[in-house]
Nanobody, 120 residues
């Protein structure tokens, strides 16, 4: 059906930056909202940022002013630019996409996750 492949995670020092990418592929008919979630050890998965197909964005309060989400609709790719990273941003980051695939009902798809570690 649809696959989401993430890239860009890694280890960074506090105050540093990382850029995550997530490309959706497969039998895509329409891609609606795309977003990023994260899950830290012992915590629930939480929304970090989301962007609609029209470009409307939504951010968690904890990342406003530091993170920026964008997308390339032609490539079915979503990006998350993360600046001024803090140790509390350490988590596994998951890409999410609301997609209608050819021959299938509209549903959410998830990437495999990419580790982001902020530490000195």
């Amino acid at each position: 059906q649809v696959q989401l492949v993430e890239s860009g995670g890694g280890l960074v020092q506090p105050g540093g930056s990382l850029r995550l990418s997530c490309a959706a592929s497969g039998s895509i008919f329409v891609t609606y909202t795309m977003g990023w979630y994260r899950q830290a050890p012992g915590k629930q998965r939480e929304l970090v940022a989301a962007i609609t197909s029209g470009g409307t964005t939504n951010y968690a309060d904890s990342v406003k002013g530091r993170f920026s989400i964008s997308r390339d609709n032609a490539k079915n790719t979503v990006y998350l630019q993360m600046n001024s990273l803090k140790p509390e941003d350490t988590a596994v980051y998951y890409c999410n996409a609301d997609v209608r695939a050819l021959g299938f009902s509209r549903r959410d798809y998830w990437g495999q996750g990419t580790q982001v570690t902020v530490s000195s």
